[in-house]
């Protein structure tokens, strides 16, 4: 029944290796959205495909790039991790950009970078 | 950008109705109000969703009132699973681009 996947749940990797983070839906939405979230923080929009459109928030550093090769499926790639980059990363679709368009949220990836 | 305010924490009781206010003192025409609640290692879930007057569903009920600068999740009877953040988001942007920033959420702790 699950509808937005995301793996792996845990994830570790190491100050400077290159990090990708999957996400998938079922739900055949056209965005999907990409959230950070630190630990007792709400959390922070980093971009968001519209169909294949890719708009990026002004405030979201260059480290963090993602790729969306089809519907489906949504990648969050961070080049460089630093120790600032361990956080929650929530993946999120909704079927349209209305106002009345809910978001259906993963359960997220937990990334811890040593 | 129609910034939400709420109140950082509450606590409440079981079997008590919890009611959460959410200020939004410059939500622009074309927006609507809708709460997510978050379970601690989870993604957010949505509650619930409404424009004006009162909206009620199987888990919540909100209030708008007709200036539609606040509004207030009420959850009835609370029980121990309740425990979680709850956010208030008003859309920002136009009719057909329409994204949501989260504010800072009100944890709800419920105890026994």
């Known amino acids: 029944d699950a509808m937005v996947i995301q793996n792996p749940r845990y994830q570790v990797t190491q100050f400077g290796k290159p990090v990708t983070l999957s996400c998938s839906q079922t739900?055949?939405?056209?965005?999907m959205y990409w959230y950070q979230q630190k630990s007792s923080q709400a959390p922070k929009l980093l971009f968001h495909?519209?169909?294949?459109?890719?708009?990026n928030e002004a405030d979201t550093p260059d480290n963090f790039q993602s790729r969306r090769p089809n519907t489906s499926f949504c990648f969050l790639d961070i080049r460089s991790p630093g120790l600032g980059d361990a956080a929650m990363y929530l993946c999120?679709?909704?079927?349209?950009?209305?106002?009345?368009?809910?978001?259906?949220f993963g359960p997220g990836t937990r990334l811890t970078v040593l | 950008l129609a910034k939400t305010t709420q109140p950082i924490s509450m606590d409440s009781y079981e079997g008590q109705e919890v009611n959460i206010t959410c200020s939004h003192n410059?939500?622009?025409?074309?927006?609507?109000i809708t709460w997510y609640q978050q379970f601690p290692s989870q993604g957010p879930r949505f509650i619930i969703q409404?424009?004006?007057t009162k909206v009620t569903n199987e888990v919540a009920s909100l209030f708008i009132p007709a200036d539609r600068k606040s509004s207030t999740l009420s959850l009835p009877r609370v029980s121990l699973s309740d425990t979680a953040v709850y956010y208030c988001?008003?859309?920002?942007?136009?009719?057909?681009?329409?994204?949501?920033?989260f504010g800072s959420g009100t944890k709800l702790n419920v105890k026994p």
């Open positions: 999120a679709t909704s079927r349209d950009m209305g106002a009345t368009d809910t978001q259906y």
């Open positions: 739900l055949n939405h056209n965005v």
């Open positions: 495909y519209y169909d294949k459109d890719f708009n």
């Open positions: 410059n939500i622009a025409t074309n927006d609507y």
């Open positions: 409404g424009y004006k």
């Open positions: 988001l008003v859309g920002s942007g136009t009719d057909n681009f329409n994204k949501f920033y």
